[in-house]
């Protein structure tokens, strides 16, 4: 018997032909019938359809909770306004990255906070662990099951919210939040996502989550909306140059390796992690997360060493997909900062490609490094 988790929607999900696959413990839907390169350009040009409700939420309340979540992330949070987000990765002290998550500020004194599936156990003793050693007024609950979770990617993604009733989703601005009606009950939707395009998160019930997920498939199909998995889920990421816990961010890799130095604000009074990462930006950072594209079709896959002119190895490969809207293969590497204007080449099978560095996001056409 398998031991993976099931998301409220697991039952839909495999009747309407879903590939399902084990990702972070749990069986999801990595593709369906209609494939990951047309779900990728249905999202790029109208819309994409996704649970996500493997994602972990923590609930973090009390007198001192802002403060204590200004004490735990890089990013500032008790600058925020009730009905603002903010995304924000999470070190330990030498600077390593324990995850990345997303802050919603629902009342002064309360917090959802949105975190990776892997970490959830993993960053619930986190929470827990540093608000016992700060002895702050602080409350922090999982309720990671008590939600579902919907994402609405792409350009006519508010367009269809509207059209299943949601009116309020015309005022939300990048990374703000709303409660709305839903049902006998209701929803949180959030202007935010992970495809690199316009669109909304919708936290909800378990309960609900089918109706919801009917009703927005409903609506949302004479949009041309498709519903999407998993698979190109990291091709829209990578694409626009989004990090994934793992992979370009990590125990081992640094906010400011990752190019996330915005996310960083070292003139807060303390963090965990600063001492680290203060000193990191002032000896110079020696290593860095780049994006690249590569010529053919051969995908350079995570792990494989990028080297220099001389064959000597510079860094190596964390993500690598093709791209569906290039038509070419993408990928993310670690190399050593001082490299990075140098020709670099990856060994495909015996034939070195060269590394074409491009800033994100990689599908629209913009400057080299």
């Given amino acids: 018997m398998s031991d993976l988790k099931t998301t409220p929607l697991t039952e839909l999900h495999e009747s309407l032909g879903a590939k399902m696959v084990p990702f972070a413990g749990y069986s999801m839907p990595v593709q369906y019938p209609l494939g990951i390169m ?118 006519k ?100 390796e990752a190019g996330l130095g915005w996310t960083v604000k070292l003139q807060k009074e303390d963090f965990v992690g600063k001492e680290a990462l203060k000193r990191q930006q002032e000896e110079g950072i020696q290593r860095k997360v780049v994006h690249f594209v590569l010529e053919g079709r051969r995908i350079a896959r995570e792990g494989s060493e990028v080297i220099d002119v001389d064959g000597k190895t510079v860094g190596k490969v964390l993500s690598g997909t093709l791209s569906p809207m290039l038509g070419s293969p993408i990928g993310s590497a670690l190399i050593r900062t001082e490299t990075e204007d140098d020709p670099l080449f990856v060994d495909l099978r015996g034939n070195r490609s060269a590394l074409k560095l491009k800033k994100p996001p990689l599908h629209l056409v913009n400057v080299e490094h």
């Fill in 157 to 256: 993604a508010e367009a269809i919210l509207q059209s299943a009733g949601f009116e309020s989703v015309t005022s939300l601005r990048r990374f703000e939040h709303v409660k709305s009606k839903f049902r006998k009950g209701e929803v949180r939707i959030c202007r935010t996502g992970y495809t690199g395009e316009d669109g909304f998160e919708i936290y909800v019930s378990p309960e609900s989550a089918e109706d919801l997920i009917r009703l927005l498939m409903e609506k949302g199909g004479a949009l041309g909306m498709q519903l999407c998995g998993l698979g190109c889920r990291d091709s829209l990421r990578l694409e626009s140059g989004y990090p994934l816990y793992g992979h370009e961010l990590s125990d081992q890799i640094t906010p400011l």
């Fill in 38 to 155: 047309k779900e990728h350009t249905h999202t790029r040009e109208k819309a994409g359809l996704f649970d996500v409700s493997h994602m972990g939420e923590f609930h973090v309340s009390g007198a001192d909770s802002a403060r204590f979540l200004d004490q735990l992330l890089v990013n500032s949070v008790s600058t925020k306004a009730v009905g603002k987000a903010v995304y924000s990765p999470m070190c330990a002290e030498d600077g390593g990255v324990v995850d990345d998550l997303i802050v919603y500020r629902t009342a002064e004194d309360a917090f959802l906070v949105c975190v990776n599936a892997s970490n959830i156990e993993k960053d619930f003793n986190w929470f827990v662990r540093q608000a016992e050693s700060w002895a702050l007024d602080v409350t922090i609950e999982n309720h990671s099951e008590n939600y579902a979770l919907l994402a609405v990617q792409g350009p």
